[in-house]
């Protein structure tokens, strides 16, 4: 049985995730957006939370992190790079790192780009993906440190995992994502249906994610740079999939 997920709400436009193992009772979130929804949540489940995943350090992601810990005594677990700019870490993490919640081994994915320390989490059993603001839902975060090269291949990785796979990302941020993807990927019907689709979930107060990574694949520009109707609409039909990747990156920051 996967382990259970819970998307939670936080600021005006992030998530954490609650993940639970009914069997030994731990509980896991990943990123701390702010504590008080999270509490909320657990106390709503009673659930007692055990661990707390760090995706990256920008403050919106682990803002509650010292509040949660004091309140609850769980374990933090980020990447050993990033060790310095993170709350006090229990374990430091790399890609060659595992760990479990209850019986599920995760593993740790070097994910940069968007941070040059970014990580996700990835557990193949429930077929959970935990990208934070590396792939997003419908697009994928700024480089504010990493080079285009480093999210490309970043984003490679999680291409690779199965298509049923539940990407779980870090902010509601479809409904812009796709109205981007939609100018450089104009004649995608499964684009269009998705369109309107997030329409339809956002005008019924819906979360947008987590989406499947088969969706993603469909849909989604950031990976797409390598099909030639991607590359003819940015005017690089000949160019490599990285120089298109790095195109469209730089058309959505001026979008």
């Not at 657990?42 to 350090?57: F, K, S, V």
């Not at 919640?101 to 995760?106: C, D, K, M, N, V």
């Not at 249906?193 to 997030?198: P, V």
């Not at 099909?227 to 990747?245: E, N, R, T, Y």
Request: include cysteine.
């Amino acid at each position: 049985m996967p382990l259970e997920l819970v998307t939670i709400p936080c600021l005006s436009d992030n998530y954490a995730y609650l993940l639970h193992d009914p069997d030994s009772g731990q509980t896991a979130v990943v990123d701390v957006p702010e504590p008080g929804p999270i509490l909320a949540a657990l106390d709503a489940h009673q659930w007692r939370l055990t661990d707390i995943l760090i995706t990256h350090h920008h403050p919106d992601h682990i803002q509650g992190v010292e509040t949660l810990r004091a309140a609850t005594g769980a374990m933090v677990l980020g990447a050993a790079a990033d060790a310095h700019r993170l709350p006090r870490l229990d374990l430091a993490l790399d890609e060659s790192s595992s760990f479990s919640i209850g019986r599920e081994f995760a593993r740790v994915i070097d994910a940069p780009g968007h941070t040059v320390g970014h990580i996700a989490f990835y557990f193949p059993q429930s077929g959970y993906a935990f990208t934070a603001d590396s792939l997003m839902s419908g697009g994928c975060g700024r480089l504010f440190e990493g080079t285009p090269r480093q999210m490309h291949a970043t984003l490679q990785k999680f291409a690779s995992l199965p298509p049923e796979t539940l990407i779980c990302s870090g902010h509601e941020y479809t409904t812009s994502n796709l109205r981007f993807a939609a100018t450089v990927d104009p004649d995608n019907p499964a684009l269009a249906a998705r369109i309107a689709e997030t329409a339809a979930a956002r005008a019924a107060g819906q979360a947008t994610v987590p989406v499947k990574l088969s969706v993603e694949l469909t849909t989604n520009p950031y990976l797409r740079a390598h099909l030639a109707q991607v590359k003819a609409a940015v005017g690089l039909p000949d160019a490599d999939d990285v120089a298109v990747f790095t195109e469209i990156r730089a058309r959505k920051d001026k979008f």
